[in-house]
């Protein structure tokens, strides 16, 4: 599997008042394309889209969220509400003098578009989300399957204050490196990317930035709740060994989005684009390129 392209640039940006670490590629004027990775990644998550996304024209930027790796990290709960983090794309798009951009999110990084898209849909071109639903969806099936409750047990226990944090950090993170290798294909993280993790989630107040995002989740989820139907062109790839969400999430997904389609990945779990590299790469630049001008 490929790893990410050279000569990357690496960019820092305003967010909504603090600085976020990204790396891009392609034209500078390029139509662009936010990357918005999850839990527990980095930009380096994307590592094999962003070359492929580069060459098709668009103009790549692959995001450290607020919280993870290289950008800042504030220390607040309340500061990773999804208000906040949905901010924090708009003001990226800002400063890199663009009105709108097309939105790729995995994980954490698609519940962060489909919020940006929900309620600032100027912004948002066209938007791609990987395993993970529509929160409208998501609070149904906690409401009426047992089974998706049992599966998103993790978030209870991060409510809690330092336990979370200091068992991730045991044995050298040997905890997380288990959850993305046990829950993945095998093969799907060598060695050389846990290295990489590790070093990202060594940074000072990263474990508990990223654990943050959870924790202002269940204290202020109402708001997220409150979110409407997606009238953002929008494709769902799914891959249907999702081992924390159900593969239904994705069908019901739909019902909360005017122009959507799915696509599932039968034999990929929760790291679709990490498995299925050269589909998911072929179905994200068939769909932006609908946009026009790609």
């Known amino acids: ?10 960019l820092t940006l305003p967010g909504a008042g603090l600085r976020l670490n990204a790396v891009a590629a392609g034209p500078s004027q390029g139509p ?17 889209q962003i070359g492929a996304l580069a060459a098709a024209g668009w103009r790549v930027v692959a995001l450290d969220q607020r919280g993870y790796n290289l950008s800042d990290k504030p220390r607040r709960v309340a500061d990773y509400h999804i208000d906040r983090l949905a901010a924090d794309v708009t003001a990226v798009i800002s400063a890199l003098g663009r009105e709108q951009a097309a939105l790729v999110g995995h994980d954490w990084g698609a519940a962060v578009a489909w919020h940006v898209a929900g309620t600032n849909p100027e912004r948002v071109s066209r938007l791609a989300i990987l395993n993970v639903p529509h929160p409208r969806a998501m609070a149904q099936a906690l409401r009426r399957q047992p089974s998706q ?16 944090e200091a068992l991730m950090r045991m044995g050298n993170f040997a905890g997380m490196a288990r959850a993305l290798t046990g829950s993945a294909l095998p093969g799907t ?20 930035g990223m654990v943050n995002w959870y924790r202002a989740a269940f204290r202020r989820g109402s708001q997220a709740l409150a979110l409407g139907r997606v009238a ?12 924390f969400l159900g593969r239904e999430l994705a069908k019901d997904s739909l019902s909360w989005c005017e122009r959507s389609r799915l696509v599932y990945f039968e034999d990929a779990t929760h790291w679709v684009q990490h498995e299925e590299t050269e589909q998911v790469n072929e179905a994200l630049i068939g769909f932006l390129g609908e946009e026009g001008g790609q």
Request: glycine share 6%.
């Open 1 to 10: 599997m490929q790893g990410p392209p050279p000569n990357l640039e690496q």
């Open 149 to 164: 409750m049992a599966r998103s047990w993790y978030i209870l226990f991060f409510q809690l204050p330092w336990l979370p």
């Open 32 to 48: 662009l394309v936010l990357l918005l990775h999850g839990f527990p990644e980095f930009w380096y998550g994307w590592r094999r």
């Open 232 to 243: 953002v062109p929008t494709l769902i790839l799914w891959g249907a060994r999702d081992r």
């Open 189 to 208: 993280f060598s060695a050389e990317d846990l290295a990489l993790y590790r070093e990202a989630w060594s940074q000072p107040g990263a474990l508990r």
